[in-house]
Structures are given as C-alpha cells and as structure tokens.
C-alpha cells in the first residue's frame, strides 16, 4: 500500500488549496483514507476522513476544519481530495494522508502514510 499526498504551496490568508492523496496498492473506495496535518511543535491532528464505500463513504471533520475543508474521492482517479478554502495562518503545516485499510474511520492508529505535503498560509 502506498499514498503519495500533493498539491500543497503557499497561500494567504482567506485563500484555497485542494490536495491530493494518489492511493495505489489498494481500491481506496474500499478503505477509509484520512488526512492529517502536524504544525511545527504540535502534535498530529487529525482532520478528516472518508469512510469505505461499504460504510456509505461517511465524511469527519476536525472541529478547527469544519466547514472550510471537504473531502471527497474519485474513484477513477484511486485519489481522495482535501478541499482547503478560507484557509487561515494557523492552517500552515505538513499535511499526510494515510489508510490502515479499515472501513471506518475509526478512531485508531494508521499503518499506512503518505510522504506529506507542505502548507504555508501567510500575508
């Protein structure tokens, strides 16, 4: 199993970014990918998911995301997209994407990870 995560960059404040998650090795509808966002000295947050086709592709956001990112997968493509709008400074981190080819969302520990794509949102 492999992801690779791209589309990250620079952007000011109120700005959009949509990243990609290239899924291979797998049929990601049939698993949960989830995306995750680690800032410099903080932890690693999770904030969001999409659920396995077979658990009706549910979506979860993170409160701090809610409402300014979407989720989403085409199925064509083997990619889930993070639709980032209205992105604020503190969006600014490394962004992964990972699977541990469960059907839900859990919560649990991913085994599976992308390499991360830098997102910087400055004036």
């Known amino acids: 199993v492999q992801l690779q995560a791209s589309g990250g960059g620079s952007v000011q404040p109120g700005g959009s970014l949509r990243l990609s998650c290239l899924v291979s090795?797998?049929?990601?509808?049939?698993?949960?990918i989830g995306w995750f966002r680690q800032a410099p000295g903080k932890e690693r947050e999770e904030i969001s998911c999409?659920?396995?086709?077979?658990?009706?592709?549910?979506?979860k956001y993170a409160d701090s995301v809610k409402g300014r990112f979407t989720i989403s997968r085409d199925s064509a493509k083997n990619t889930v997209y993070l639709q980032m709008n209205s992105l604020k400074p503190e969006d600014t981190a490394v962004y992964y994407c990972?699977?541990?080819?469960?059907?839900?969302?859990?919560?649990?520990?991913?085994?599976?990870w992308g390499q991360g794509t830098q997102v910087t949102v400055s004036s």
């Open positions: 090795g797998i049929n990601s509808d049939y698993y949960a």
């Open positions: 990972a699977t541990d080819t469960e059907e839900d969302c859990g919560p649990y520990e991913y085994s599976y």
């Open positions: 999409i659920s396995s086709t077979y658990d009706d592709s549910k979506l």
